[in-house]
DNA sequence: ACCTGAACACCGTTCAAGT
DNA sequence: ACCTGAACACCGTTCAAGT
């Protein structure tokens, strides 16, 4: 707070005329973090010539608007995860991504917590990215500790697949991710 | 510190020469609390007399009892999604799930891509489901925040699933996410 | 070897008083 | 109406000094 004010040339006091406390000031900011992502999804489902209608895209450019919204700002994923906003914004993502699933033919049911499922899962891997990419914290990523670890004790499964587990390729992973969620979504559709 | 200090009958400063910063002790308290993962899965696989041994049902298994161990602990999820422990609870618990995955037949690349997103959808919902159990604070489950935005702008998908959306049955949440993962494991198996 | 006492440089938040 | 100045009750962390 005191940054901010500074940064403002204010005192840390007078921000309190605005927002009755810092997470009411970190609510507001997670609401601005995601109005970019309904816009930009929007944009490109209207002009999609090809077969870009498909619900899965839209789900998946969905998430992946979202991911990268959250990315754009330091700590994006452990702010937004840490405020409910119920404002326009965060309120037009879920709108979006249950409307779609609606209009696709899912029940109310599976859409609402398909919703959940996408959004706790985009927001949990960003969590990690971010924190991965923090400096002197890699988290299981972190190739040495791991790498030292895995070695040392006997985990025969861990080390065949280090090279994979220690990439610094995120976006596949999260690629991974949601289309495994994708996948089982038209599994459920029957 | 100092509250942890005083629940020991200690000054905050003496608990420096066990712990190098806060950041650590939560890495050992994160640690511990998935202490009890690997080995009650490991009793089920053991024991089950039916037909328990399918990779699906161990995987969900060892979601489940992740989920519950961040549970039994007040911001079990987010010590938990704040820390990066190489300890052997935490290795342990990564060594069983892409070990079922790749004796299932998986490839090193798909387990270890299926680890994070079990793990990180896991993680990512549980902070939802504890931030929404603390007082105050509701989040999108804010039955009263959202019906009241969702009345007052013109959100009919939102409106029409409200009833599913403000459920507090999270169980039925999760469960359905993690269906959707294992049933997109499934399609990717080819 | 382990802990105390006391400090350092911070926090979020409040509120009388100014203009 | 909006901000200052100053305080309150905290933080995590350090470290000489004690035993």
Redesign the interface.
Known sequence: MRRLADAMGVQAGALYRYFATKQDLLTAMAERMVGSVVDAVDAVDAAGPTGDGDWSARVARLARALRTALLAHRDGARVF??T?S?G?N???F??SL??VL?EAGFG??????????V???????T??EQ?ALRPG????T?AG??YE??VA?T????A??L???TTTDFT??FE??L??????????RR
């Open positions: 995860a840490g409910h119920t326009p965060t309120l037009g879920a709108e249950v409307g609606r109310d049911g599976e859409a609402a917590r398909a919703l959940y499922a959004a706790n899962f985009t927001v949990g891997h969590l990690e924190a914290d890699g988290g299981l972190d500790a791991l670890a895995t004790g985990y025969p499964h861990l065949a697949t090279p994979v587990l596949a992973h991974f991710g289309r495994l969620l994708l996948d089982g979504l038209r599994a459920v």
